[in-house]
């Protein structure tokens, strides 16, 4: 095949010189253009030039008032001179050269400047001497003037500057009086009265216009909630509704906004914090779906952001209280926007707290934790308790203890004890976090290589190398982020919450708040390090010894110290007699009136003091604390007796030489003495439980059950042995079933049905005879009788 040939050929030397022979002529024809535009133009200058020396002529004259009363006649021969210069006479005819005389002896045609009459394109400089003229003329003054002119701004056109004026109105002072009378009437037209409405239809117009608004809050809410990415911007049209400025519907439409608002961010929010992009993520191309669930992400949180800044603005309006400018909202409803205000902030806190700004609704919901408000204050408390309940990892609960702990210090311990209740719901318990990390942690044996050769195929091997090395990577991920985060987490919560309690041990020891601090001491004594051990016994006892504390608050240091020397405490030698003295000394305190919900406590003080330390307790301390307990159950209430007498049982079986007390017969030498408060010293041996033949006559049937139980001694087995629902419960479980807080019996009385069912006596039956027959003649006797007369009663009396 033949070589392509290339289109493209070198241009020859005569082509080439060919080519600069017409450049040449164009450059000469280019030239010859150019002078023939510019003498164009120059006569299209003389012809308008002619124009404005014709129109001069058609003006009537205007004659110009001269401020000296004379004209030089030297100056008007230098205006023609100058004026032939200008003119190009050699292309002007003979009349317009009388024309142009003639009008030079005329005195309006001094006014015009036909020098300014240039082209167009000429600059500006040239017309500054215009207006220096227009300046330079004197302004005459009238003696007398007749007519006061206005003088307005001066019009500038090609011939110059034209000053204008124009003459003021004047105006009768009689004709401005009728005037205003004529306008009066035509004012009170214009504004008509609004008309007043009933009540009722005032009320009908409110519900109507109501009716509105709710229907746009729900078409607004529905369209984001079906297609949120592409209906972001709707959120900001529904969040504008909070600025409601309808006075007779504001504070109602405002309130169904907020928590119309509330429960659309619940809803749509994502499971992940939005990070702000960085400049290099900003300058990259992405794809439309990127972009548009970026666009969404950025609308999202700005909305956020602004939604709770207007929370955060109501409850600082009603905290101030403060009218402000449109006073749309009254006073009183300040209070009712923030008690919805502070709810959403609660709703969020609660299922928000993986997403942005969390930490600043902390901030502003543990203030409110200790507000006036009694609904308010417990609001938030009960929003703090569920978070720590749900949150398993610690991250939050961790941003609330350090924020509350901060607080407490700040307000120098004068706060609500609810605050400090919350830390009791912290999902902090050694046992869980070592049963998770044994779970995780534990070694998982797999199979070595002369195994799977043996039992398995060469395909088997691969997929069985495959699995094991994710397991591997499953594992070290889920160890690095569950375990190490946690106890991570967990102790430095704990770290701060033991800072405050041991803050307000040692300062503010007859606060309020003590017994909250002993409250949650005893729940988490377990976890306190073994160097306070000694320090906080000593505290514990000391505080027991002064008096000044309640019984509740008693308990709870006795619980407390058992607590710390049943866990690591083990290890110390420490005898905690006095303790068992004290809680020995303050059962009596106890009664079926308000005392009777610490029963609870005590319950849980023995099982940590008698039944987890059998070993550690002697058999006079066990006698001792089951002669006072049978004898606290006579005056409790029916729950308080029954997980009273669970404890005996569980005592009795834990320590079998107990039930010499079942029988008349004494034992060693000495008297019972029940008013001494050493239960070492008493001499429980030589006395009897007759307390339980006492409470086998019981009203309540469960107590009744237990009383004839423990008389026969506890049996597990044979007819006298309880059922499994009440011998599988412990003791507190008890107390908590049979609770008469509802006040009502529990379980309910039932109704006795007679035995005789045949013989039903009805109506005078009950009755003898004879009474039956007097009272059928009084009443006859009545119906027929006049009106009383009690006079004669009264005289009779009388004498």
Known sequence: MKARRNKKQVPSFRKLLKTSKVKLENKLK?????????????RKEQRKLRQAVKDAV?????????????????????EEEEEEEALPLDMMDEDDLQLMKDLGQRASFLTRDISSSEPVHVKKRKHESVIDKYEKIARTLQTAPEKELIHLLPIKDKSGIIPQTREKPVIDSNQDEEDQEEMEPEEEIIEKPIKELTLEEHLIERKKKLQERKMHIAALASAILSDPESNIKKLKELRSMLMEQDPDVAVTVRKLVIVSLMELFKDITPSYKIRPLTEAEKSTKIRKETQKLREFEEGLVSQYKFYLENLEQMI???????LKKSNVVSLKAYKGLAEVAVKSLCELLVALPHFNFHNNIIVLIVPLMNDMSKLISEMCCEAVKKLFKQDKLGQASLGVIKVISGYVKGRNYEVRP????????????????????????KPKKFMTFKEKRRTLSRMQRKWKKAEEKLERELREAEASESTEKKLKLHTETLNIVFVTYFRILKKAQRSPLLPAVLEGLAKFAHLINVEFFDDLLIVLHSLIESGDLS???????????????????????IDPMKFYTHLYKTLFKLHAGATNEGVETVLQCLDVMLTKRRKQVSQQRALAFIKRLCTLALHVLPNSSIGVLATNRILMHTFPKTDLLLDNESQGSGVFLPELDEPEYCNAQNTALWELHALRRHYHPIVQKFAVHLIAGAPSEGSEALKPELSRRSAAELFEAYSMAAMTFNPPVES??????????QGDSFLNEELNQLI???????????PLDFTKCLETSLR
């Open 752 to 761: 006795s049905n007679s035995k005789r069912k045949d013989q039903v006596l």
């Open 776 to 786: 059928k003649r009084h009443c006859s006797q009545v119906a027929a009788q006049l």
């Open 30 to 42: 280019n030239k010859q253009f150019k002078q023939q535009s510019t003498l164009k133009k120059y």
């Open 551 to 573: 019984y509740q608050e008693s308990l709870h240091c006795v619980q407390t110290a058992f607590h710390i020397l049943s866990g690591q405490g083990d290890v110390l030698n």
């Open 316 to 322: 600082k309006d009603w905290k101030q209280r403060k």
């Open 58 to 78: 058609s003006k009537k004259p205007v004659p110009l008032e001269d401020p000296k009363g004379k004209r030089p006649g030297k100056r008007i021969e230098r």
């Open 418 to 441: 609810e605050m400090l209740k919350t830390f009791l719901c912290l999902r902090i318990k050694e046992i869980e976090v070592k049963k998770d990390t044994e779970d995780i942690n």
